[in-house]
């Protein structure tokens, strides 16, 4: 008896094992709930390629749906033949006869074994369990399982470059299922993970989850504190695959490629801290780039600095440049428009430095310091270094 469903649907395994079943296997996972019926049949079939099987039976319907679709999509993803509205089935060593009773007509059919098959309910007469059966099923071995068991996975996490979001675009449409880009916050939830991101240039942040197939989510770079495994020594699970490339796609190339100058700081979008410098640089990122280097991070610069000319676009950090979530974020001399807010609110945590008490970037910030960034960030690096010894 396999059955796919919440911890309630328990009774039925224990019923089939009253009424004489030899074994009952239940898969409930919190990802599942609510599921339709394609997700539905995945789950059933990866249960089912761990288990022997030759005659697969399911009814035409359940106690909480009547759409009957179920049993022939496990048989498409089993890759077996399927036979519907079964009344009369006879098994003969490999062979199967089954009398389907259609609208038009009443046929005979002969399969053979491994087979797929639904039955109505003029299949079997109805019938209680008995004494005998209810003390043998409680020496009967039931299972529970959940999606991990089946290799099934609950989501599947891909960094938010720009690189990764071309992956995960094309996986959906392979997979046919949901995508979210630019998660900050993923957990668990019910019906599946329920993310956290910014939408309409920063200015709400809303909790999204995928209704269809498995949920494919882009993470932006240190949205997350990694945690220690559970169990020490854990070791992650490395397997290789070979991917065969079709002749279509060999059809665009890299044809050069030029290495960026290595500035000896992290990546930008990937970097715990970033140190961002604006309009109240005055051109001058020398503190910014000094505090940056005694913290190991990364520098940015808002649009007003790159419109100036002041610091390359490739460091731009706002709805026009690039979205960062870094554990840190100093904002140094920027003012802190929605542009600008776009690109880095969602950060852990939020400092900002402006002369401008009224500045809008106060509003976005955890601390705030009132000063001028040429004398607060030199005396801040001198402080660092000197913790650091």
Sequence with gaps: MLTVGPEQAADAVKKALQMGADAGVHVVDDAIHG????????????????????LVVFGMESTDGTMGVVPAMVAERLGLPAVTLGSEVTVDGSTVRIRRDGDASSDTVEGTLPLVLSVTDAANEPRYPS?????????????????????????????????????AARLAVKLESGLITDAVDVQAGDGGPVTRQSVFAGRYTVQAR???????????????????????????????????????????RITASRPREATGRPELTEAAIVVSGGRGTGGDFGPIEAFADSLG?????????????????????????????PQLYVAAGISGAIQQGAGMQTSKTIVAINKDA??????????????????????????VKNRKG
């Design 358 to 383: 009224e500045a809008p970037i106060f509003e976005l910030a955890g601390f705030g310091v009132v000063g001028d960034l040429h004398k607060v960030l030199p005396a801040a690096t001198d402080d």
């Design 131 to 167: 004494f005998k059966g209810i003390m043998a099923a409680k020496k009967k071995p039931v299972q529970t399982w959940a999606l991990s068991d089946l290799g099934v996975p609950a989501a599947i996490l891909i960094s938010s470059s720009p690189e990764g979001k071309e992956i």
């Design 297 to 325: 991070a990364a520098v940015g610069a808002s649009r007003a600095a790159v419109d100036s000319g002041w610091y390359p676009h490739a460091f731009q950090v706002g709805q026009t440049g690039k979205t960062v979530a």
């Design 35 to 54: 599921s339709d019926a394609v997700a539905t049949s995945l789950v059933l079939a990866k249960a089912l390629g761990q288990l022997e099987h030759d």
């Design 210 to 252: 995928v209704t269809k197939g498995t949920p494919i989510i882009t993470v932006k770079p240190n949205a997350a504190t990694p945690d220690a495994a559970q169990t020490a020594g854990t070791q992650p699970e490395v397997e290789e695959l070979d991917v065969s490339i079709s002749d279509l796609a060999k059809t665009a």
